[in-house]
């Protein structure tokens, strides 16, 4: 069984100015590819101190090197070509946030989809000589692949997302075992695909108006999220799997909202992981009931504490949900995280680093505080 961690984060963290900086240097073809991996470095150093010093012991390299949280996969494909980005709705507390402060690079099929690179091997391998405890890898899971689908850009590659899909979810599969012959003993899979299922009206901002229908879209995530937490398993059947679900986290914006009922018994009940990382700050995920599902044994990480807004949560209220949780799961089978990751996008929430600290901080002594 995979070690007990009662406090844990999602993945991303802020990124240094002089990183976004030196980026941009970069695409200007001002700053060869070596500083730029030497910079990239650096900050997942500081990224590392950063967790250490606020009390989380699972780590990760806050994704330092990467554009968006989707990147890993994205930028790691051959076959593909930029595009741009379906008009989806963005949503703050005060509002919509203008669209060029949420626009993001994306990328389509233009033809069969290959392996070009290694992203999370660098990742992996620089977390092995570095980290000073357990890390893990964060990845968008391949359920997410009929983004990558347009039909004006890769209907001669692949006439149906289908199509798609088995080639990314076959290239996804090998990564995640590659992963963990190469030692990885902890995957998170980022799966916002059931955002699909519970938000109808998400599923047509985003798939439009010929989307299939929420059970089959339900049916094809469970299924895919599953082959892929078998292919880690199947390396090394004590790997750490776990997944984390949310409504969209970019700029301090949201995109999606409803409870985990509509996919809760499907989803819990087939994607044999080891541990759920679930939003749940705000009344936009739901109550806890669906949690019934969870078999015993499986950790529910809360995502009670918000990576969007600097507001630090009481500890008293975080106790009092955590109790609330635990009517559903037992309560040594709980933890607790920030809802999502603080940078999701490289330009990252709107938190300055000392808030972010404080965040995690609150996570750790909040965990120490109900588990010991």
């Excluded at 989806?88 to 060029?100: K, L, V």
């Excluded at 392996?115 to 000589?129: G, I, S």
């Excluded at 790997?239 to 409504?247: A, D, K, N, S």
Aim: with cysteine; net charge negative; charged share 30%.
């Amino acid at each position: 069984m995979p070690a007990t961690h009662h406090a844990e984060h999602v993945g991303s963290l802020l990124r240094p100015p002089g990183l976004l900086q030196a980026r941009r240097a970069r695409e200007r073809g001002e700053l060869g590819g070596d500083e730029l991996a030497k910079l990239e470095d650096e900050a997942v150093l500081a990224a590392i101190d950063l967790q250490r010093e606020a009390g989380i012991e699972v780590f990760t390299d806050g994704e330092m090197r990467r554009a968006t949280w989707m990147a890993g996969l994205l930028e790691s494909l051959g076959g593909v070509v930029p595009v741009e980005v379906p008009t989806s709705a963005w949503f703050r507390e005060d509002g919509p946030p203008p669209p060029e402060e949420t626009a993001f690079r994306m990328v389509a099929a233009k033809e069969r989809l290959t392996q070009r690179a290694h992203l999370t091997a660098v990742e992996a391998d620089f977390m092995a000589r570095h980290a000073p405890g357990q890390f893990k890898i964060t990845m968008m899971s391949a359920s997410m692949g009929n983004l990558l689908w347009r039909p004006d850009v890769s209907q001669d590659a692949y006439p149906t997302p289908a199509d798609l899909l088995r080639d990314l979810v076959a290239l996804r599969a090998e990564e995640i075992a590659e992963l963990v012959r190469r030692g990885v003993d902890w995957i998170q899979l980022d799966s916002l695909a059931y955002n699909f299922v519970f938000d109808p009206g998400f599923r047509a901002r985003m798939l439009g108006p010929d989307a299939p229908g929420p059970d089959a879209l339900l049916d094809l995530i469970v299924r895919i999220d599953a082959e892929q937490v078998r292919a880690a398993k199947a390396v090394d059947p004590g790997v750490t799997v776990g997944m984390h679900i949310c409504r969209g986290n970019n700029r301090s914006a949201w995109m999606s909202e409803g409870g985990y009922e509509p996919v809760a018994e499907r989803l819990f009940g087939e994607v044999p992981v080891d541990r759920f990382l679930l939003e749940y700050d705000t009344e936009r995920a739901g109550g806890f009931e669906p949690l019934r599902f969870v078999p015993r044994g499986t950790t529910v990480v809360l995502g009670l504490v918000s990576s969007k807004v600097p507001r630090l949560e009481s500890r008293d209220d975080l106790r009092r949900r955590i109790d609330e949780a635990a009517k559903y799961v037992p309560l040594e089978d709980l933890a607790i995280s920030p809802q999502c990751g603080f940078a999701s996008t490289e330009r990252g929430n709107l938190l300055t680093v000392d808030e972010e600290r404080r965040k995690l901080e609150l996570v750790a002594e909040t965990a120490r505080l109900v588990w010991g």
